[in-house]
């Protein structure tokens, strides 16, 4: 996909974090402006001098918070956007189990506050990162299909499902919206170069970059039980990798075509 086919200026939230910023390599190569917004709760700035040292060519970055309405609607008055892929929100489990007010807020208020701005100023297509946590209901059983009821035990996956409803909500609303929803496993990896990749804020909550700060000036050691738990063994009886570990680099072109299905009307 080219910039000229459909859409010039796309907007990246969440655009400094790990998905995101690879994204934004792959939009910059493929010519488009890219403009970021992200409030670097667990991101560095440095990732974006990275992508414009990878690519030749800078996002036009604003520290911004999705909840900042105000705020979020003169960056959509300062750009002409086109299309928008929504990758902000707060994503460890374990943490939305302990503090649940703090990542609805998060992830709910912003992601509202990003379509009313969005419908405000016109902008209709849109890219959502969801999470494969949406078929945690127990009556699903892999193979997974887009068609299962979707639920989830956590607040963090629970914000998904909400988010998911509201965008069908939408469709159905006003058929000027062209959504797709990508509902990925855990992606692992960096970009071929290893100048940028995954380096959260804090503890990672993610199993590789928990593993890749394993040092003694970090993390002593790693408290790693295999998938399903301690006791959880595969047929070699080692520990197994997530049926959901996979490849960010492969991720990259399904996401460039979730932005092409939206701007051909083929969203959700
Ligand atoms: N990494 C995974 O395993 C995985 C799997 C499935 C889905 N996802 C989803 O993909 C998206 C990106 O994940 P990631 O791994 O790149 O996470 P990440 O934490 O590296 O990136 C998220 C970015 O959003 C920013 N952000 C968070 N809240 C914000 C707010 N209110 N306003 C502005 N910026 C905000 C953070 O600073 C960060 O840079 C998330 O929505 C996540 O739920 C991730």
Known sequence: MSASSHFKTVLVTGGAGYIGSHTCVELLQAGYQVVVVDNLVNAREEALR????????????????????????????????????????????????????????NNMTGTINLYRVMAAHGVYQLVYSSSATVYGDPRNTPPYREDMPLASTSPYGQSKVMAEQIMMDMTVADKRWNIASLRYFNPVGAHPSGRIGEDPAGIPNN??????????????????????????????????????????????????????????????
Not at 210 to 224: M, N
Not at 226 to 232: L, M, V
Not at 254 to 265: C, E, H, K, P, S
């Open 50 to 105: 990275r992508v414009a040292e990878l690519t030749g060519r800078e996002t036009l970055f604003h520290p911004v918070d999705l909840v900042d309405e105000a705020a979020l609607d003169q960056v959509f008055s300062r750009h002409s956007i086109d299309a928008v892929i929504h990758f902000a929100a707060l994503k460890a489990v374990g943490e939305s189990v302990a503090k649940p007010l703090e990542y609805y807020h």
């Open 207 to 268: 199993l590789m970059p928990y593993i890749s700060q394993v040092d003694p000036r970090r993390h002593r050691r790693a408290g790693l039980y295999p998938c399903g738990g301690p006791g959880h063994r595969s047929p070699q009886g080692s520990g197994v990798a997530g049926p959901g570990a996979q490849g960010l680099c492969r991720l990259q072109p399904g996401r460039r075509q979730g932005l092409q299905r939206a701007g051909r009307g083929q969203g959700l």
